[in-house]
């Protein structure tokens, strides 16, 4: 089945940087788009990052522009958010997520805990 495990995850100071990734297992990786989302407490899940099949297209919250960058190796299956210049407004869970149309179903990690903070 389905398998989405993330990593990376930690404390950082401001100013700090973070590699977060995502072993994804069950499926045709190379033929999925992939997601980074998060959850900081009291507030809703937010799409943080996405990328295509091939990597060829991402897309980003504005909130992450230019400090966030999305990639994936497709030869491991695994997908990648290198973070830089975190912010205490960083914090929060981030989530690993897949969208499979042909089953109509969203897959989740566990989530990895990133903190921001000094």
């Known amino acids: 089945q389905v398998q989405l495990v993330e990593s990376g995850g930690g404390l950082v100071q401001p100013g700090g940087s973070l590699r977060l990734s995502c072993a994804a297992s069950g499926f045709s990786f190379g033929s999925y788009a992939m997601n ?4 900081a407490p009291g507030k809703e899940r937010e799409l943080v990052a996405g990328i ?8 980003y919250a504005d909130s992450v ?19 830089i210049s975190l912010k205490p407004e960083d914090t929060a869970m981030y989530y690993c997520h897949l969208w499979r149309g042909s089953v109509r179903r969203n897959y989740w990690g566990q989530g990895t805990q990133v903190t921001v903070s000094s």
């Open 65 to 83: 522009k230019g400090r966030f960058t999305i990639s994936r190796d497709n030869t491991k299956s695994t997908v990648f958010l290198q973070m």
């Open 36 to 39: 980074w989302y998060r959850q």
């Open 52 to 59: 295509s099949s091939t990597g060829s297209n991402t897309n």
